[in-house]
């Protein structure tokens, strides 16, 4: 049910939970100090509980409220980057929560770069809100995607569609080195240029790997629409009817409607990957093929769009 403003800040505040926008995906938004809420949260996404919520904020006092110990490089990485796609796990004040970080003594924290989320939390005080999706699937970039998911009443505060389509990159400062948990649309690159010192960069955990997960969310599958997606060198003369092509090389390809062509235009990409997922979906292709993507732009949103794909191919 799409709501208005003053609508989602009543709400919150009586404990509801409710889906806003942000400019990376939507988020299921609760009052970061009411556990009923938060367990609410947990229970409309259906997400295992040992997988913590990212803190959104609109100011960084309130990022203070929620945290102790912060570095010179949460303020250094703030100033640069907030509001914005960035992500900060910092040490947690014990006033949060544990419902919040899944028992850790760490929290993450994020100021997303959206006018109405910046005004509904400063309305509202500091909102767990982990990406809009039932878990396991695409996150929500619309909010007609949120209609798929969820039934009419769940409260949806409609900023259209979001502009980034890719959830945060989160940067872990609790480590000896700051450490890349997961890529986004702030690179590696950007980062260890704002910091001024070497940022080790995202890493593929393998499932063999016998060392513990450091974010926690990352060990499930994400972001997998039902029809099968998988990597593609080279696009095939002739087309499957029932898979959908997803291209970005600057060939001159064929104009039918089970081919769509990003021109070299990543960002446009990340937009819309989401979305692709879903309308495959609802469109009853069996397949998804994603023109393999190139390897070696560090300083680009390609590591993340490599990563959600990747994760999509799973099994
Ligand atoms: P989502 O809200 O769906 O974008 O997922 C949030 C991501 O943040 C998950 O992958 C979590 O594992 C990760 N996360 C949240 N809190 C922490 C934390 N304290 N330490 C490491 N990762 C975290
Ligand atoms: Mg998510």
């Known amino acids: 049910m799409i709501i208005d403003f003053q609508t989602a800040v009543k709400l919150i505040k009586k404990g509801d939970v409710v889906a806003f926008p942000t400019e990376t995906v939507y988020g299921l938004g609760a009052d970061a100090n009411n556990i009923m809420a938060i367990k609410r949260t947990y229970e409309l996404k259906g997400r295992p509980s040992d997988n913590p919520l990212i803190v959104h904020v609109s100011s960084i006092s309130q990022a203070e409220d929620i945290t102790r110990n ?174 959908l092509y997803v291209v970005y090389s600057q060939n001159e390809w064929p104009d039918v409607k089970n081919l769509i062509s990003y021109k070299g235009n990543f960002s446009i990409l990340a937009k819309d990957l989401y979305d692709i997922f879903r309308r495959a979906d609802h469109l009853q292709y069996e397949k998804i093929y994603i023109e393999e993507l190139p390897v070696l732009h560090e300083d680009t949103i390609i590591p993340a769009l490599i990563n959600r794909i990747s994760k999509a191919c799973t099994e």
């Open 70 to 243: 912060l570095p010179d490089s949460f303020y250094k990485l703030a100033e640069s980057f907030w509001p914005g796609p960035l992500t900060l796990i910092v040490e947690k004040d014990p006033s949060v929560p544990d419902i919040v970080t899944g028992g850790l003594s760490t929290v993450a924290v994020r100021m997303p770069n959206h006018p109405l989320a910046l005004k509904l939390i400063t309305q509202t005080g500091p909102l767990t809100a982990p990406s809009a999706n039932k878990s396991g699937k695409p996150s929500p970039t619309k909010p007609e995607h949120l209609l798929q998911d969820y039934d009419d009443s769940l409260p949806i505060l409609d900023g259209g569609n979001t502009t980034i389509g890719l959830e945060s990159t989160i940067l872990d400062l609790t480590s000896k080195k700051p450490e890349i948990l997961r890529p986004g649309a702030i690179s590696h690159v950007e980062l260890s240029e704002a910091l001024g010192e070497e940022i080790l960069p995202f890493q593929e955990k393998k499932n063999h790997d016998s060392k513990p997960v450091k974010s926690p969310g990352t060990k499930y599958t994400h972001y997998k629409p039902d029809a099968e997606v998988k990597w593609i060198k080279k696009i095939p003369k002739s087309l499957e009817n029932n898979a």
